[in-house]
């Protein structure tokens, strides 16, 4: 399947990604001011309701007590005007009475309006009343005079005392009142604020989220198909939309061309690899050929010098044999041309056999070795029993290898949902954490080679996990240096895979 095939084109993003983040960057900034805006309207609210108590209730309060500071006044006028009857004393009284008066006239402003015209009307009737009070004084009549103070003067006085009283009771309640009103709103301007706050930190967190999401599907998509592409798999398919507009729509046309190149330039040289290797073992066998016929006196005989250099070139073409056909093993698996021949397989036999293979070697190296086999393991599997049998057996090959003398190996076989779980686990040298993710790519070998017993080329492994794939199982590594290594093979009891290679669409069913 072409790269990009089968995907649907998803709606395009109107904006590009510096468009994305300047959008997001003013809407933030829009929603962390709205928590701004409403705080300071609240404080607006409170700081008229603080100028209200102040220029009213305290002004109130200020006019309340000089009015009761001048009826204190008219006391002591009304008291010089009964004992010293004078012109001066008169007029005295008359200013206080007029005083007073220009005060209760102010309390209209307060929304006082009934203490104002009570208290006025106090002061007309007093003001009549002391000019009797006077005229009783001044004209020696003592008793009548002090009985105009006593009954009428003074109740006066009183009455307007009362009523002032009675104005400032009024002033408190409402100046409680009014300090109730700026504590809830002060504390409805707080849970607005908070509110808003929290609404506002809301909004900010679904804009991160939206630029996040926007910003970190694409660059996770491209990080996934690099991935991809680094370990071989030249046909992964971005989750991107098609043709976007954008800067990730570049990268991703970017990242397609590159891959189909990419994908070109493997099975050029796979199909390279495949001739070459495969042009080499004529040449080859053709060396051999002579070497045995050397070796077997054909051309005449041969001194003990020419026997051992015959026996290095024979040596060297079988490891040179050996390397060319497992480069054509794993040509033809990248090609997609390998066969798998799937049939019943007796696994108690294939377990068996396998553990009969390892014995002899187990006792030669001095390590001990045991095929352990679960509880509920199918009676036959359906694989390609002599790719499965090499593939556990290079494992076993490997775990020998890396383990010293006194160590042990072990193959554990156990079921696994419809699956049969393989294990290989050895207590040998281990490998480098860094370096256990390229174990199963081509001629790569960890730096653990000189703790091993012989040399290797890189391949096996490699020619391991590509039999396993085409199973359609997955083969695993976990070690530690200095403990060992255990690698694990997870295959389906049935594959019915003929045809494999690393692209799916060439498989075909059985």
Not at 215 to 235: C, Q
Not at 336 to 349: D, I, K, P, T
Request: hydrophobic share 45%.
């Amino acid at each position: 399947m072409p790269h990009g095939e089968g995907r649907q084109p998803l709606l395009r993003p109107a904006l590009t990604l510096r468009g994305r983040l300047t959008v997001g960057a003013i809407l933030m900034a829009l929603v962390l001011a709205i928590p701004l805006v409403v705080a300071l309207r609240s404080l607006q609210r409170v700081h008229r309701t603080t100028l209200e108590l102040r220029n009213g209730a305290f002004a109130a309060s200020l006019l309340i007590g000089k009015l009761r500071q001048g009826t204190d006044d008219l006391r002591a006028k009304e008291t010089a005007l009964l004992f010293i009857p004078s012109a001066v004393s008169r007029d005295s009284m008359h200013h206080e009475i007029q005083t007073v008066r220009s005060l209760a006239d102010s309390l209209g402003r307060y929304q006082l309006p009934d203490a104002a015209t009570e208290v006025r009307l106090a002061l007309d009737s007093l003001s009549v009343l002391s000019d009797e009070e006077f005229t009783a004084a001044s004209g020696g009549k003592a008793t009548e005079a002090e009985t105009v103070s006593q009954q009428w003067v003074r109740p006066r006085i009183g009455m307007i005392d009362q009523t002032i009283v009675a104005a400032e009771q009024s002033l408190r309640t409402r100046a409680h009142d009014r300090v109730a009103d700026a504590s809830d709103e002060t504390a409805a301007a707080e849970r607005t604020a908070i509110l808003a706050l929290i609404g506002a930190l809301l909004l900010a967190g679904l804009i991160t989220v939206w630029l996040v999401r926007s910003i970190s599907r694409p660059v996770f998509a491209l990080e996934a198909g690099m991935h991809a592409v680094a370990t071989g798999d030249f046909s992964h398919q971005l989750h991107m939309p098609v043709g976007r507009p954008d800067e990730f729509g570049r990268l991703s046309n970017s990242f397609e061309s590159m891959a189909t190149r990419l994908a070109q330039l493997d099975r050029m040289k796979a199909e390279f690899v495949s001739v070459a290797s495969h042009e080499l073992k004529t040449p080859i066998n053709v060396i051999l050929g002579y070497v045995e016929l050397l070796q077997d006196g054909i051309y005449g005989p041969l001194t003990q010098q020419q026997r051992e250099i015959c026996e290095t070139v024979a040596v060297q073409a079988r490891n040179l044999t050996r390397l060319v056909r497992r480069l054509l093993d794993v040509s033809r698996f990248e090609a997609g041309g390998a066969r798998l021949e799937c049939r019943q397989v007796n696994l108690s036999r294939f377990l068996d056999a396998l553990h009969a293979s390892f014995s002899v070697l187990a006792m030669q190296r001095g390590v001990r070795f045991d095929v352990v086999r679960a509880d509920g393991l199918p009676s036959e599997v359906r694989w390609d029993e002599d790719r499965m049998n090499e593939v556990v057996g290079n494992l076993l090959s490997n775990a020998f290898k890396f383990t010293p003398r006194g160590g042990s190996v072990q193959l554990i076989a156990a079921p696994l949902d419809g699956a049969v779980e393989l294990r290989v686990v050895d207590t040998g040298a281990g490998i480098p954490p860094d370096q256990l993710p390229r174990i199963f790519q081509k001629f790569f070998q960890a730096d653990n080679q000189s703790k091993a017993s012989g040399k290797g080329t890189g391949l096996g492994l490699a020619i391991a996990k590509e039999i396993v794939e085409a199973h359609g199982g997955s083969i695993a590594a976990e070690s530690v240096v200095g403990e060992g290594t255990t690698f694990t093979i997870i295959i389906p009891e049935k594959a019915d895979v003929r045809r494999t290679g690393r692209f799916p669409q060439q498989r075909t069913a059985a």
